[in-house]
């Protein structure tokens, strides 16, 4: 009964000496959950290497984003990333919180 005892009381106080981990998969947005929130893309502007930052986004989506809005002008719009071959809702929902349209300032590069 005391080993029982002892053992019990041993995995409580392991337990309770890992440090705790909040995480937002909850619901709640990374910043209510205590994580600090992803930085967004503005899609119109970012680079190569920006794009790759971002959730499922490797080298030949993040080309393929660059050479649409070469070819087609600015985003004016977020949904208009699903336009990208590659880039379907489900995807898109998943960079919807990170990325923005905002566009380019006066006299800047795209």
Do not use: C, H, W
Request: hydrophobic letters at 45%.
């Amino acid at each position: 009964m005391i080993r029982t005892y002892l053992s019990l009381l041993a995995v409580v106080f392991a337990f309770a000496a890992q440090p705790a981990v909040v995480t937002a998969q909850d619901g709640r947005s990374p910043s209510a959950a205590g994580l600090a929130a992803p930085p967004m893309v503005n899609i119109n502007t970012a680079l190569a290497t920006q794009l790759e930052a971002l959730p499922g986004v490797g080298p030949v989506t993040a080309a393929r984003i660059i050479e649409y809005r070469e070819k087609n002008g600015p985003f004016k719009k977020i949904e208009e990333l699903m336009n990208v071959q590659g880039i379907g809702e489900k995807s898109f929902l998943r960079l919807k919180p990170q990325i923005t349209v905002t566009p380019a300032k006066a006299g800047s590069p795209n």
